[in-house]
């Protein structure tokens, strides 16, 4: 790949305005490097559900079901990995301590009945999660890549990621997230008060403080307040 290709791509980025068009640009744009299929994710942490968390679906079809329904992201050495580092990284170096448990293996095994063998990820900071990864897949057993060629596709994915968030934050679809009311909750629980200091607070029940921060772990997939807190200010949704 030469680096005027990856100039063309920044730049054709900007015009995309809808996330199909941009994953199939992306995946023509890095098929010259050997890769036939990416994803693009928040990085699950601490209980969350993939699914949800999923920007752009370039995986072989049935494999995306296969991993969310198995929950592989929680022993899959790679997304493990995508959670402790900010440096790219192909995912044979990934340290064994990950990738040779048992549920990593059993994974790896999976994904190479779907056409993916190796890779290269790209994690990234993101407004929408606490972290994103941009992973590109190749049925290649090895996946062998130069300095260069590692900088032209963090640069690609970078510009990607920038892409879908502009996107989202042009569509306003954030904002529907959460309620006013869940909102509040969230604000007063940053703030350090239980739920029954909240319930003084806005003249509510505790139970129906309980519930509203319910409704805003189900709507971040987050096993805890604490993390919708998080994901809340994340995404700008509360400012505490």
Known sequence: ???????????????????GPLLGDLLETV???GFEHLILSGVPLGGQKLAPMVELNGWPPGWFERYVEAEHAAVDGVCIYSAKTLKPFLWADVPAKWTETEGSRRVAGEASEFGICSGFAVPMLSVHHWQSVLSFASSQKTCKLSQRQQVQLVTMAVYAGMSIQALTDTDGEADGILSDREKEVLLWAAAGKTSSET????GLTE???????TRAREAFGVATTTQAVIEAVRRRLIHP
């Open 1 to 19: 790949m030469i680096d005027s290709e990856v100039f063309e791509f920044v730049e054709r980025c900007n015009k995309h305005t809808a996330t």
């Open 31 to 33: 098929k010259s490097l």
């Open 199 to 202: 319930s003084q607070i806005l």
């Open 207 to 213: 139970r129906t403080v309980k519930w509203h921060a």
